[in-house]
């Protein structure tokens, strides 16, 4: 029976990951801003020894907590799925808000990075949740999209750092989901196509099938997505910046 931990876990993608890792046999802990939901949440799922670890990870201190509980308890596989962001224009949006996304989206993975793989061992696993975003350009989500491409390109140096001794690191690229995420940053899920958007159940499946697999550094999730990032090839940068900033909910009036 392997431990994991897993922060973001009240919602969204992190929740259905949660959810099928239960059931997969995966003993949890589960790491949110709502103690509330946690405890509803881990009482829901299969299995025993669940447990909860309340912490913003916008907040150093809280971070700080997270990483000594990381050195002190042996886990099997960290997946840092916590993040947010804000849609809209960059100077219309308050500069302490995407401050405080930059420290979320990459301070605490940086320093939970550090602390689960300083005690790592063969046959262990870091999950780094990035974006498609975190590939492309996205005017009307700068910030976010540039935090999303330093987890990326982080998780995909740790992969080469750590593949010799065996420990897996995995930089995981959502698209779109169905989720409160888009809620919480301002706008909602359906200012997006339907067809790019995927339900957090198949991006929850996708990444627990990639964490299985252990093949690669980078994964791209949906087809749709893939299908994106191997267009833009062919385009010059104007063009596919172009491109994304048409799309983004941010740069639409409200």
Known sequence: MKNLLITGASGGIGLETAKLLAQKGYTLTLVARSGDKLEKIKNSLPGKNHSVFVADLSLAADVNK?????????????INNAGSGLYGKFVDLPLDEQISGMHLNMDAVVTLSYAFLKNAKKGDALVNIASLLGHSS??????????????????????????SKGIYVLGFNPGAAKSEFH????????AYP???????????KELVAALEARKKPRVMQGWVNRLILFGFRFLSRKMAVNIMGNMSPGMKDQ
């Open 66 to 78: 997270l990483a000594s509980h990381l050195q002190n308890i042996k886990y099997d596989i960290l």
């Open 138 to 163: 996205f005017p009307g989500a700068s910030v976010y999209a540039s935090t999303k491409s330093f987890v990326a390109n982080f998780s995909e140096s740790l992969w080469y750092e750590f593949k």
């Open 183 to 190: 809620a919480n940053a301002g706008k909602q899920s359906s």
């Open 194 to 204: 339907e067809i790019i958007l995927s339900s957090t159940q198949d991006v929850a």
